[in-house]
């Protein structure tokens, strides 16, 4: 019964220990960004009127990364064994329908036109964790050891679908025959499920995020085009975790060729870049400051009255920091009603 009691305590204090930080990391990977959504229409001229989009996107990611570039590792100290340690192993697979609305009005302010855009994502997530102890240990305790890495990781896994956080962007849209600048000061709403006790939520959580955005583009007379939009997120505290992720700059990018008329190919890209830390219950001092960039190839096509426009990309990560390291893809359509 002594020896019993003994492992039973040891492998508490195992599972306290561990899934912590998977559960983190898993917050942590949340972050409210569209990765790689904006291309063509960055520097597509918007005429007066309302105009709809459907963007579908896919994701795959195969491992996670820590804050040194590595696949993550959990230790804690543990008396009777010394330092326990299990390698973290994370599959995200995510299917999200973007549905945006957007006005341009007539009315100008600071000889811009002012116009509205509202996004709505509509997510299904799967996340698969597996924690692989990398500590060896005598056999009475491996077993029971293992036994109970594995109902962690099955813990920190899951399958969510629903309504994901809304973005309202009301905006200034300053254009010429060559260039593009809209000023937006945007807001994400918690309009998505979210509860702390799950792995996956189609929301990333009780708290607002305010986020001012800055879109810039350049087209030239020989057929290139340059655009890139950039956001700066200012995130609230979440209420239902005492948890507050860090302030983060989020940019994409497209350089496009347009090589006959209406048919553009180019590349597109996007960075993250977690400028100050997570803070909170939980916060590590590294402060899982995400990092995240990605390249791949785009095509666009738009009709002559510029009323439907197709696009499709597909980006590769990069130089991953405290997230998910994978693929992902875009098919867009843009319909101008009126």
Known sequence: MAVQYKKNV???????????????????????????????DLTSPALPGFYVQANYQHYQADSFKDNNGNTPVQSANFPPLGVVSAEQDSKVRADVLALRASWVSESQLWDGRIGLSATLPLVKTHLETKLTRVTPLPAPYAQLADSTLAKLAAANSGEESGVGDMEIAPFIDWQTDSSRVIFAPAFVAPTGAYDANRAVNPGAGNFWTIRPALTLAYVTENGWEFGARSTYSFNTENKDTDYKSGQYLHSDGAVMYQIRDGLRLGAAGYLIY??????????PADGYKARVFALGPSIGWQSEDSRLGLEFKVLQEFGVRNRPEGTLGWLRVIYRVN
Do not use: W
């Open 10 to 40: 040891v492998l508490a204090l195992i599972g306290a220990g561990l899934v912590s930080g998977a559960a983190q990391a898993t917050e942590r990977g949340q972050l409210r960004a569209l990765l790689g959504l904006p291309g063509q």
């Open 274 to 283: 977690q400028t100050t830390k997570d803070s909170g219950t939980g916060a």
